[in-house]
């Protein structure tokens, strides 16, 4: 049975040798898990983004790993700070995997796993002139906020309870667009859910998908004028039998 320690271990290393090197490839703006979310030695898209917050998560949520031997509650917020440590992490984890890498090429992995993990672990001396930890996160092009997903119901004539599925993500021009936008995702989703509730049952069934990003681009701009037209992007649209009461 694995240990803890050999699963964060390998977790270490996974993370030490991901990315995607530079100079990178022609991105397609039309697909969310291209946009560049770090800089630096590599190039960090949302993908990469989006796998490695899955398997933190799990980390973070593994009994085995806590001292009392239960799963800890991690909230919403909880993941939004681990998205954003995640990011840090990305450029700044370069400097410690080129270090690493430099050991001789006879040190076997496993021996590497556990010389990252000591070295990760190591309580050093605090210097009380050191200048106080600066974020590492570099946008370069277009910045992508992702949304929680929608999930609502209705009672549809002749179809029974239909439930449809809405993954949303905002993608800008620039970090500073991003920014100034992100602390109203709120009011964006009102807007959002305001509008799929007031749409016809024909959503439930076969939802046009340029159709409904239209409509609901609409609708966020009726409330913020200053979103950009082509901000609104609709990466996950599903419907299907509800497995959740319905609404008429």
């Avoid at 799990?58 to 001292?67: L, Q, S, Y």
């Avoid at 959002?192 to 998908?209: C, E, K, N, Q, S």
Wanted: glycine content about 6%; charged content about 20%.
């Amino acid at each position: 049975m694995r240990t803890p320690s050999f699963c964060f271990a390998c977790a270490c290393t996974a993370v030490l040798v991901g990315g995607e090197a530079v100079p990178p490839a022609q991105v397609q703006a039309q697909d969310p898990a291209q946009a560049v979310i770090a800089e630096g030695q590599a190039i960090y898209r949302q993908r990469d983004l989006d796998a490695l917050l899955l398997v933190a998560l799990r980390h973070a949520r593994t009994r085995e790993f806590a001292p009392d031997g239960k799963a800890p509650l991690i909230t919403r917020s909880d993941e939004e700070r681990i998205r954003q440590v995640v990011i840090q992490a990305l450029t700044a984890r370069e400097a410690f995997a080129a270090a690493i890498g430099a050991l001789p090429a006879q040190v076997p992995s496993a021996a590497r796993d556990a010389i990252a993990l000591d070295l990760l672990a190591w309580k050093a001396e605090a210097n009380p002139n050191a200048a106080a930890p600066v974020g590492t996160l570099v946008q370069s092009g277009p910045a992508l906020v992702r949304l929680p997903p929608f999930t609502i119901t209705r009672a549809v004539d002749g179809q029974g309870r239909r439930q449809l599925t809405l993954g949303l993500a905002l993608g800008f021009a620039d970090a500073a667009t991003a920014q100034a936008l992100e602390a109203r995702a709120p009011l964006i989703q009102d807007a959002v859910l305001a509008a799929l509730r007031g749409m016809g049952p024909g959503i439930f069934i076969d939802p046009d998908h340029a159709e409904l990003k239209a409509k609901l681009t609409e609708a966020v701009r009726a409330k913020i004028p200053e979103f950009p037209a082509d901000a609104l992007l609709i990466p996950q649209l599903e419907t299907g039998p509800a497995d959740a009461p319905a609404e008429r």
